[in-house]
């Protein structure tokens, strides 16, 4: 401490970059003169301060922190993230050269429907409506739905703003009869979607939702194109648009028997096997061999 003195080394020596012993006077703590000692100095560049150990064995500052292995539940979730989607999918893919979906007669019958279609996971158009869905179609559009179920309270999906699309999560409660008085006036803010399925006395959900309960009588659960499938949900979706609307990309994990009554409807359908070129909400993890999708 307190270096009171230089080394006695001649000038042209210290020039010369020769380090020897020399002898350095100090001054002790109380700062009085002290003895002469020998030091053997060091190169400046190679002398470098380091802080002192921590107490209790603690790691020193310097020290860069030892990596903790991460516990098992916590690293298959980090592993999980860093994994890419399996895909397993073994069903229809179009080619190249194919542009639209093929269509056939809705008398094309249950059992090749089934082999054709369904087992292969191969989309198509049915032209015409099925015979015992026709005259329940014919009435519910000339006044029949509004007699079944007027006061049958909804959850309707609004529209934000005009020309924003529709499932943003906004919805309102209204009776069937003022979305009907709504729409049949011109109104585009409304649009009717799947409804929460009631509940059954034994505890089971519906299977048919408001307002298509209050029409059970006239509606075929099983139409006879699909006797060999067991219906999951019957929903009603009910709008009017201008300038057309989207229900956004998404995916359903139930084959669809998509009816349309009115107007008209374009369904843009991707295949499972591009299902990793989505921009996705979530990640995907797999890709069944069926094309659901978790």
Known sequence: RGLAGRDSMPRSRREN???TRAPIRFEDAQGEAGQTRSLRLRPATATKLQRPCMPDNRQCATKKREKVPLHPSLWWRHYQKLRPARNL???YRPGDSE???LEVPSSIGAQRFFRDFVATRTPVIISGFFPELA???ADWMTGGLRRAAADCELMVEVRSKQGRPFGRGHKQCMKLEQLLDHIENGGTDYYLTTQELPVNANGAE???SPPLDRLRPELPLRP???QTLYPQSLNLWYGRTRDGASS????DHHDNLYCLLRGKKRLRLYSPADAHRMKTVGRMTRVHPNGRIN
Request: aromatic share 4%.
């Open 248 to 251: 956004g990309l998404h995916h």
């Open 99 to 101: 542009q639209r979906v």
């Open 89 to 91: 999918y073994s069903g």
């Open 206 to 208: 519906a299977l048919v």
């Open 17 to 19: 970059g020769e380090r």
């Open 224 to 226: 006879s194109l699909l």
């Open 135 to 137: 005259s329940a179609a």
